[in-house]
Structure formats: structure tokens, C-alpha cells
């Protein structure tokens, strides 16, 4: 994807999962009017998030996805590459294993990406860290990347299923940006290797990076 660029923005970056919204309606609207400034290919929100933009008379920046329970998908083209997008279904509160039905549909909606001829399938989840590495760890490899969110700890993109899906989780408080270089993508025969079909890091957004003028004013 050398020269491609693809930017995703995963569930609750405006409120925590199962949380009330403490942020004010100012400061969800100048977050929704910055997130479409910065021009993202696809994201996804939460039910709860969508709610509090709602109620907030915030619009939804365009390409965002409200989550439901069942997959959604969308296709994105970069230049001549094309990635397919699953957004996976919400699991019901408190809930510690996705459903079979849950799982069911992340495979259908892969399924017919596929059928598609996308160059890359990218899933966005909001299950939390212990229900996506039970997911992996079960050998489903319905998508080529698993970009996760919720519970649980942020990391670079590691190798999971049999090195045949990148997992990468997103970090709290916006911090730090997750980036995923990628080289070549693998056959159905090959795999995940680091430094030879991609390259990930943890960009932390520090001072000695200079913020852009036209959101500082929203907030």
C-alpha cells in the first residue's frame, strides 16, 4: 500500500463504552467537527456515542458508521487499491463471549467482500480486548486486520490466528495513533511476518508535533 494512506477511526473515541457522556455538548460537537476535518475514510461509533451527538445536535462525520447488531460493511478505494471494511455487530452488555450469531455475520459480510475482489478486508470492533483475542484465538480469519476498541489495553499490530490476521488495539485518550505499514498483502497461503509484508508502530502524539490551527479553535 506504498503511497495508499487509510484512516480509520474505531469505536469510542467520543465516550467510553457502557459510560454516560460527562463531556460537554460543546466539546462532543467541536469533536465531531474535528473528526471531519481530519477527512477519515470510515469510522465507527457506538450506539451510546451517536445518542450523545445526537443529543448534543452534533452531526455524525461522514463515513461513520452507527454500530448494530448485525455486521455492516463498506468499500473504500485508495487510488487502485480497494479495502473492504467490516463493522462489526454490538454484543449485548456485560456479555464475555461474542455470539455465534455475532460471529456468524462478521463471516458473512467478509464473505461477500470477498466475493467483491477487495484487495484487503479491515475489521472495526467493539468488543473489547478479552472477546477479540477469544475470537482470534479460535481461529477465525474472516478479516485481514482486526482493528479493536473498548475494554482493555492498546497495542501495536500483532500477528494472531495462525499469523493470518494483524490484531492492533487502539489507545485510550487519543494520545497515540496506531500505524500499520502495509507491504504486501498475503495469500491465503502465507502469512503475517514483521518487516517483510508489514510494518507497525505506535505514533505518539507529543508536543514537538504541531496541532492543527483549525481544530484548536473548535474547542
Not at 471494511?85 to 455465534?100: D, E, G, H, Q
Amino acid at each position: 500500500m506504498h503511497g495508499k494512506i487509510l484512516s480509520l477511526a474505531g469505536a469510542y473515541e467520543f465516550i467510553k463504552e457502557n459510560a454516560s457522556p460527562t463531556t460537554s455538548a460543546k466539546s462532543l460537537a467541536g469533536l465531531a467537527k474535528a473528526f471531519s476535518l481530519m477527512s477519515y475514510s470510515a469510522g465507527f461509533v457506538a450506539p451510546n456515542e451517536a445518542q450523545a451527538l445526537q443529543n448534543a445536535n452534533a452531526t455524525l462525520p461522514q463515513g461513520f458508521v452507527v454500530a448494530s447488531e448485525n455486521a455492516q460493511t463498506k468499500i473504500v478505494t485508495t487510488k487502485d487499491f480497494t479495502t473492504g471494511i467490516v463493522f462489526f455487530p454490538m454484543l449485548s452488555p456485560r456479555t464475555t463471549k461474542a455470539s455465534s450469531d455475532a460471529i456468524q455475520s462478521v463471516a458473512k459480510a467478509a464473505r461477500e467482500l470477498r466475493a467483491q475482489n477487495v484487495d484487503l478486508i479491515v475489521g472495526l470492533s467493539p468488543w473489547g480486548a478479552q472477546i477479540e483475542r477469544e475470537y482470534l484465538d479460535a481461529g477465525n480469519r474472516d478479516v485481514d486486520v482486526l482493528l479493536g476498541s473498548g475494554q482493555g489495553f492498546g497495542f501495536n499490530a500483532r500477528p494472531m490466528s495462525g499469523s493470518h490476521v494483524l490484531w492492533a488495539r487502539g489507545f485510550s485518550k487519543g494520545k497515540v495513533m496506531d500505524s500499520i505499514e502495509i507491504l504486501q498483502v498475503p495469500s491465503n497461503k502465507e502469512t503475517w511476518k514483521p518487516r517483510k509484508n508489514f510494518n507497525a508502530q505506535a505514533i505518539r502524539l507529543e508536543d514537538s508535533i504541531p496541532g492543527d490551527p483549525k481544530i484548536s479553535k473548535l474547542f
